[in-house]
């Protein structure tokens, strides 16, 4: 039993990601069934909300297959930085309360931005940017800086496939 706490303490995200993903895929499940329920009425308003409510669940599975493919191809990433010993070292000073200390991350920010800009071709680059931002706090930069280190991967991975 102890083996089994630690594999999920281990996997907490994992398992996290997995019960959402289940949640939403139940919801739009209902959703589907619910649209396909008012197409069948014989009321023109009923008909026009289930066709609406139809869009829902096709967005929400969109969605949802988008960001599981990120976060996929994200920690494939992860892995091969980790076995390259790519990955950015967190040694971070911190405050009482855990949170990165902002200046700190800011400072160290700069290497890693001159990294990306020395190397714009090299998706280890935009993916040590991409922590960089996460760590000062930019989490929307961080993500636009983790896709663009997929979308190189990707291509990479394409191109050493031909």
Do not use: H
Request: proline share 3%; aromatic share 8%; with cysteine.
């Amino acid at each position: 039993m102890g083996n089994f706490w630690s594999v999920l303490k281990k996997n907490r995200t994992k398992v996290w990601v997995g019960a959402i993903t289940l949640l939403l895929v139940l919801y739009l499940v209902v959703s589907l069934q619910r649209s396909i329920l008012l197409l069948g009425d014989a009321n023109l308003i009923a008909k026009a909300i289930g066709a609406a409510y139809l869009v829902l669940p096709l967005i929400g599975a969109w969605a949802m297959i988008r960001e599981l493919l990120f976060g996929a191809r994200t920690e494939q990433m992860a892995k091969v930085l980790e076995a390259e010993g790519g990955l950015p070292v967190d040694e971070l000073p911190r405050t009482p309360a855990g949170r990165i200390v902002r200046a700190a991350a800011d400072a160290e920010f700069e290497k890693y931005r001159a990294e990306a800009e020395a190397a714009p071709g090299d998706w280890r680059s935009w993916f040590r940017l991409s922590c960089a931002y996460d760590a000062s706090g930019d989490r929307k930069r961080a993500r636009e800086s983790m896709r663009d280190a997929v979308r190189l991967f990707r291509s990479q991975a394409t191109t050493a496939g031909r």
